[in-house]
């Protein structure tokens, strides 16, 4: 990856709408260029997918961080929930204090508490509920 696929990665990240003639003009690169580059990206799977972002609060929706402290070694179990609940919209595995993050977007209080008691079969949690979007 060189720095053209970095500023090609750096303005998708901006605005993922973008069209390769757009890019190219802002890079002095055709469009046709740019294209190849990004299929390039994706067939190297540098590029995973593409995305919006939606302000939760607007939607009346909760977004937490819940952190899972594991009771034992069956991170197989974590990831078949991860898998199936779509209330958790990103999920990573982490160093440090605690095993995984899920970003979680819920309707009520009610719905959190319901996800983290099924998450107690094979983990402790901490939850950080956010209350304002800063970038």
Do not use: P, W
Request: charged share 35%; aromatic share 6%.
């Amino acid at each position: 990856m060189d720095q053209i696929d970095k500023k090609i990665i750096e303005l998708l990240k901006e605005d993922s709408r973008l069209n390769f003639k757009s890019i190219g003009e802002q890079i002095h690169m055709t469009g046709q260029a740019v294209g190849n580059r990004i299929r390039k990206l994706e067939d190297k799977r540098i590029i995973e997918r593409y995305t919006i972002q939606l302000d939760t609060q607007k939607q009346g929706l909760i977004s937490a961080y819940i952190t899972l402290l594991m009771k034992s070694n069956d991170h197989y179990r974590v990831r078949q929930f991860v898998q199936e609940k779509s209330e958790i919209v990103d999920a990573v595995r982490i160093s440090g204090e605690g095993c995984y993050i899920l970003k979680v977007e819920v309707e009520s209080h009610d719905d959190l508490n319901e996800l983290c008691d099924q998450a107690l079969e094979f983990a402790n949690y901490r939850i950080n509920i956010i209350t304002e979007r800063i970038k």
